[in-house]
């Protein structure tokens, strides 16, 4: 599951990014990706590697650097510092907004904006680089034909993959005082580096580099034949599905005690005959219930409509993602209720809703908080709440696809 989402960076312009979700299940780790200079975070090599760790129940947020993409911001005030405490934000505002993230994975210079910023990002428990230089110096590489210019002129235009971008001396100036790999020697974190041998634009020389300066547990992972970029889709899913693999030995996994049962993706089996009109039997993953309509309807009232079911779901989803959120936080709540009515209201009395005739389906979901919790837990608690998996579900376009039986 893709949810578009916006934070503010530390110099208060606002980032854009997209948070990848599994969709089942609690996700095993949180994990914040940087994308390449001068890419964004749509380099369809991000959105593979985002979806192959989201597959194996990893949540991700892929973001825009200020001044790049859909990043509020000018490229030309930006510089690798600035990108280092875009990631501080964006890590601060998955521990606000959801969890703080145990993964920082970075893409060429990204890479090495990821390993200056770890040390600022204490939850970070593994740390991964794609393709990346040993120190933002070597970026220079690229502006070697307007560097004289740029050194005169305080600032010049550059061409990069084509497209124009003006660079300052302050960007310059910063890169040549940065010095990562003493850091690296420090980070106190696992570390994968993962190179293509055939890399023509950074050389595997600087893995090597990367990987003399760490203290272990560190690996290296050769990627082949890939480029640079990781043009080919099976290349950037494979380091994906290989960062994965590689930091489940380093993660924490979630208590399974709170793995909430309204993830499990089961299979459900209703069946009913004609004779009984409304009467059905229900296998949920091995859960025998019944279903009915109300005497009302026509129905026996044996057991809840098909609505009530759809409403159930909603407040245990509900109830489920708020107890686990508190118990992650340390929240001192002490018990959730959740009371939800459905119903259809005319359109034009929704004043949130894009519809603007007929009738729509409307849950009212009334949400009671037990424990010492101050205003702004409980504020936050309610935030929460819009973002359990039923009720995106419910809010986001739904596929089903019928067929005939033999």
Request: charged share 25%; hydrophobic share 40%.
């Amino acid at each position: 599951m893709q949810e578009n989402v916006r934070f503010e960076a530390r110099g208060g312009v606002t980032l854009a990014g997209v948070l990848h979700t599994p969709d089942a299940g609690a996700p095993r780790a949180w994990a914040l990706f940087a994308h390449c200079f001068t890419c964004t975070k749509n380099l369809k090599a991000a959105v593979n590697i985002a979806e192959a760790l989201c597959g194996e129940g990893i949540a991700v947020l892929r973001f825009d650097f200020t001044g790049l993409g859909q990043s509020e911001g000018e490229f030309a005030d930006t510089h690798f510092s600035s990108n280092v405490d875009d990631l501080i934000s964006a890590a601060a505002f998955l521990e606000r907004d959801y969890e703080a993230p145990e993964i920082l994975v970075g893409h060429s210079l990204g890479g090495t904006a990821v390993l200056a910023a770890a040390p600022q990002i204490p939850s970070a428990r593994a740390v991964s680089t794609i393709g990346s230089p040993a120190e933002p110096e070597h970026v220079l590489n690229l502006l070697q034909d307007d560097l004289e210019s740029i050194e005169e002129n305080g600032e010049a235009s550059v061409k990069l993959a084509g497209r124009p971008f003006r660079i300052r001396k302050d960007f310059v100036d910063d890169v040549r005082s940065r010095s990562i790999s003493q850091g690296v020697r420090k980070l106190r974190k696992a570390l994968l580096i993962m190179h293509s041998p055939v890399d023509q634009q950074v050389t595997v020389e600087e893995a090597s580099r990367l990987y003399q300066s760490a203290m272990h547990p560190k690996s290296f992972i050769s990627l082949d034949d890939a480029d640079h970029l990781l043009s080919r889709e099976r290349d950037s899913r494979y380091a994906g599905h290989v960062l994965a693999a590689w930091a489940s030995r380093f993660i924490h996994e979630p208590d399974e005690q709170i793995e909430p049962a309204v993830y499990h993706t089961g299979h459900v089996v209703v069946s009913g005959v004609p004779e009984d009109i409304f009467q059905v039997s229900i296998n949920a993953d091995g859960h025998a219930l019944k279903g009915d309509e109300p005497e009302s309807y026509g129905g026996t009232d044996t057991g809840p409509s098909p609505y009530d079911f759809l409403s159930a779901a909603l407040g245990s989803c509900t109830v489920m993602t708020l107890n686990m959120y508190a118990r992650r936080k340390r929240l001192p709540l002490q018990s959730v209720r959740v009371d939800i009515q459905h119903g259809k209201i005319h359109a034009e009395d929704c004043m949130e809703c894009e519809t603007s005739s007929g009738k729509i389906d409307r849950f009212q979901r009334l949400i009671q908080l037990q424990g010492d919790l101050s205003e702004a837990e409980r504020k936050r608690l309610l935030e929460i709440a819009d973002r359990c998996p039923v009720h995106r579900t419910l809010h986001s376009e739904v596929s089903i696809i019928s067929e005939l039986k033999e």
